[in-house]
């Protein structure tokens, strides 16, 4: 049995299909096929608040292969989802409608409330040690989603249009960085000590290139150095000397700038980064509506 979840984001637009485990009342998932398609859409929707006709065109026909792909896989169950970038074309609800025609697939634009809710679904604090504070980081390319957990309960959740194509347009604002700032002094100011769970693709990019092993969380000092070292280099150097993608070596330094910021303003020491992102999220989601549909 296999489920797909798509993520249309900002940066990049991704389809995971995922096999579905079942083993003595309890399911679970195994990731069959990932792919990621760096479209960067988020460059159209924050300076025209549209997506142009090209960029259009070419989610189409990413959204008709992964149709294909989902039907040659038998898929029996999926959902799709468009974050930041659709939420601020005023052209997105003309796309999802074209994308149904075309690739007869349900897209929904969701909020960045119901965006932090996908995230969390993960629950990856539960296999960390659900009796601590944390607080989920997820940072894309339109917008960051951070969550506060005590006791595997949700304190406090909250989206920010911040995201790291929003810092290279130069479409984040001073006003919004402030209240982030604010919202996680507010949240962490309780706790003795608060870790955090860092998701999406650059951190995890970050905590590959860091050489951490066994799952050992990645601690602000690394952070830090890691970001001098990285912003030490030119773009070009990133792609040619350090072998990172061409899409991932320029959003690489405004996604570090995010995480530390929001460290260093909870005073966190250390982040896990367990490699899941809002696809892992929405396999969840569909195991949960299923399986207890069944019960």
């Not at 468009?82 to 796309?95: H, P, Q, V, Y």
């Amino acid at each position: 049995m296999r489920y797909a979840a798509i993520d249309i984001g900002s940066n990049a637009v991704r389809l995971l299909i995922a096999d579905i485990i079942e083993n003595n009342g309890s399911v679970s998932f195994k990731k069959n096929t990932l792919i990621r398609v760096p479209l960067r859409l988020g460059d159209d929707a924050f300076l025209q608040q549209h997506i142009s006709d090209r960029k259009a065109a070419d989610l189409v026909k990413t959204m008709q292969a992964f149709r294909n792909l989902m039907d040659v896989y038998k898929v029996i169950d999926y959902m799709a989802y468009a974050t930041s970038a659709m939420r601020e074309a005023k052209n997105g609800l003309d796309i999802v409608r074209t994308i149904k025609g075309t690739a007869d697939l349900d897209l929904e634009i969701v909020t960045g409330q119901k965006e932090a809710k996908i995230i969390y679904a993960n629950h990856a604090e539960q296999n960390i040690d659900k009796g601590k504070n944390y607080l989920y980081i997820d940072v894309g390319g339109g917008s960051t989603e951070l969550s506060f957990f005590s006791d595997a309960k949700l304190l406090a959740s909250r989206s920010f249009n911040i995201g790291t194509i929003r810092i290279l347009d130069n479409q984040d604002k001073e006003e919004t960085w402030n209240e982030m700032r604010e919202f996680v002094r507010e949240h962490s100011r309780p706790f003795k000590t608060i870790s955090g769970i860092g998701t999406g693709g650059n951190i995890n990019k970050l905590y590959k290139l860091s050489e951490e092993k066994n799952n050992a969380p990645l601690s602000f000092i690394k952070l830090k150095s890691l970001y001098n070292y990285l912003n030490s280099f030119s773009l070009k150097d990133r792609i040619n000397v350090l072998g990172i993608n061409q899409d991932r070596a320029d959003v690489i330094i405004p996604a570090c700038e995010i995480y530390i910021s929001v460290m260093k303003w909870a005073n966190m020491k250390n982040m896990y980064v367990p490699s899941l992102g809002l696809v892992d999220g929405i396999i969840q989601i569909l195991i949960e509506k299923n399986f207890e549909n069944n019960d």
